[in-house]
C-alpha cells in the first residue's frame, strides 16, 4: 500500500513539472469599444458615457477602470445588458476612463472636471487685526475663492477688493488668483479709526473685514495741578490732568493709554503713580505730603512722550505746635493742634517726641491733643523735641 502511494505521488509530481515547463496558452479574441462622453463637465454634475462595443458575443464583462481625483475605482460593464455608464465627480480635475478585457486595454477617455461658480460667503482672512496709522505700518487681506464643493477657480480668475477708510475715502483694487488664492498687502494711513474691507468675485462676496487703525506714540504733553488745599498735612488730595495726548498726525491716542507720573517731596521722598487715559486725557488724585516745600512731578508715557515739569509749592498744615509740661504729674501735653482754619486735627495725626537725643516714641491725637508720660525722667534739666509732619518745635524740660 505504501508503494503504490509513493508511485501515485512521483507521477502527481512529473505532471506538474511537464505543466511547468509548457503551458497552456488561452487566447482572447476581442472585439472594439469606444466611449461617448463629453471632453469636460462642471463638478458635481450627471456624466454619462455611452459605451460602443462590436463584435463581442452577448453577456461578456468588461470592466471600466475609472481614475479621478477621488482615487480609482473600477466597475462591470455586461455586453448585450448594459448600454452606458454614470458618475458623478464633485472634485476638479482629469477624470480617466479604461476600457479593460481580459487584461487588455481596449479604449481609453479623458474627461476633464471643472469648477463651478463660486459659492458665497467667499473664505477671506485679515492679518493683523491692528496696525498703527503712521502711514507705513500694514496688513494682509487674503481672500481663496471656491466653488460649492470646495473646488478651487479657474488661476487669473479677477478678484476686486473694496476699502472704506476711517479718512472716508474708498480704494478699489483688482488682483488675479495665483493658485487659488489672491492677496492685497494694507497700507496704514495717518487717520486713526477703522477701515472696512470686502473681496467680491464674479457676483460673490465675503464677509466684511475691520482694520483697526491706531494712533502711534505720543508726542510731548503738557500737566497741571487742580488743588484746592495747599497744605502739607498727608491728608487731603489734589488733582494733576494731562493735556490731550496726540501722536504725530494729530490722532487721540488709544483709551487705557498708561502715563507715569514721577513725584518727588521737599524731604526727598519719590512716589511713582499712573493713570490711563480717557478720551485721550489721564487724571490722577494724589495724596498731599508730609513735609512743607515744593513738590516736583513730571509725566511720561511709553514710547517717550514725556510732560513739562510741573511745582507745587505746600506750606505747613499747622498754625503752631502748644507743648505744657506738668511736672506734678510729669506728663507732657502737646496741643491743642490747629489747622490753617482754626480746626482740631484729625484723630490719629502722629506726634513723634524725641527726649535728650536718647528716648525716641510717639502718640496719636485725640481731640486735638497727645499725651506723652515722662515719670521714668531723672531729675534735671531735660531737652524735648516735638514734631508733627515735618513740624519740629523744642522745650526744655526740669523735672525737680
Request: charged share 20%.
Amino acid at each position: 500500500m505504501r508503494r503504490v502511494w509513493v508511485y501515485g505521488f512521483i507521477l502527481l509530481a512529473a505532471s506538474a513539472l511537464v505543466s511547468c515547463r509548457h503551458p497552456q496558452q488561452v487566447f482572447v479574441k476581442a472585439g472594439t469599444l469606444s466611449f461617448q462622453a463629453p471632453d469636460s463637465i462642471p463638478a458635481g454634475s450627471l456624466l454619462k458615457v455611452t459605451v460602443c462595443t462590436k463584435d463581442f458575443t452577448p453577456a461578456e464583462s468588461i470592466w471600466i477602470q475609472s481614475q479621478g481625483s477621488w482615487g480609482t475605482s473600477i466597475r462591470e460593464f455586461v455586453t448585450g445588458r448594459d448600454k452606458e455608464i454614470r458618475f458623478r465627480d464633485s472634485l476638479t480635475g482629469m477624470l480617466t476612463l479604461r476600457a479593460l478585457y481580459h487584461g487588455k486595454l481596449l479604449a481609453e477617455k479623458k474627461i476633464r472636471i471643472l469648477p463651478v461658480v463660486p459659492a458665497e460667503p467667499m473664505d477671506s482672512y485679515l492679518g493683523s487685526k491692528s496696525v498703527i496709522a503712521n502711514g507705513e505700518d500694514w496688513a494682509m487681506i487674503t481672500a481663496i475663492p471656491t466653488d460649492s464643493f470646495g473646488n478651487l477657480i479657474p488661476e487669473n480668475t479677477e478678484v476686486d477688493f473694496l476699502l472704506l477708510r476711517p479718512d472716508k475715502r474708498v480704494e478699489h483694487y483688482t488682483m488675479p488668483t495665483r493658485a487659488g488664492v489672491v492677496y492685497r498687502k494694507i497700507t496704514a494711513g495717518t487717520v486713526a479709526g477703522k477701515t472696512f474691507v470686502g473681496a467680491s468675485v464674479q457676483g460673490v462676496n465675503s464677509k466684511e473685514k475691520e482694520l483697526q487703525e491706531v494712533a502711534g506714540f505720543p508726542e510731548p504733553f503738557t500737566i497741571a495741578a487742580e488743588s484746592k488745599s495747599i497744605y502739607a498735612d498727608s491728608r487731603q488730595t489734589f488733582k494733576v490732568k494731562t493735556s490731550v495726548l496726540k501722536d504725530r498726525y494729530n490722532n487721540i491716542v488709544p483709551e487705557g493709554t498708561a502715563v507715569f507720573f514721577d513725584c518727588r517731596d521737599a524731604n526727598g521722598t519719590r512716589r511713582q503713580l499712573s493713570a490711563y487715559t480717557l478720551r485721550g486725557v489721564a487724571e490722577l488724585f494724589m495724596q498731599n505730603p508730609a513735609s512743607a516745600g515744593t513738590m516736583t512731578i513730571e509725566g511720561s508715557t511709553f514710547g517717550g512722550g514725556a510732560s513739562n515739569q510741573l511745582q507745587i509749592y505746600f506750606t505747613s498744615a499747622f498754625q503752631d505746635i502748644p507743648l505744657v509740661y506738668d511736672s506734678a504729674a510729669k506728663r507732657l501735653f502737646v496741643g491743642y493742634l490747629r489747622g490753617k482754619l482754626n480746626q482740631l486735627v484729625p484723630n490719629g495725626t502722629e506726634v513723634q517726641l524725641q527726649i535728650d537725643s536718647s528716648l525716641n516714641t510717639k502718640a496719636e491725637t485725640v481731640g486735638g491733643m497727645a499725651l506723652f508720660d515722662l515719670s521714668d525722667l531723672l531729675k534735671g534739666r531735660h531737652n524735648a523735641r516735638v514734631t508733627v509732619f515735618d513740624t519740629t518745635v523744642q522745650k526744655e524740660i526740669i523735672v525737680p
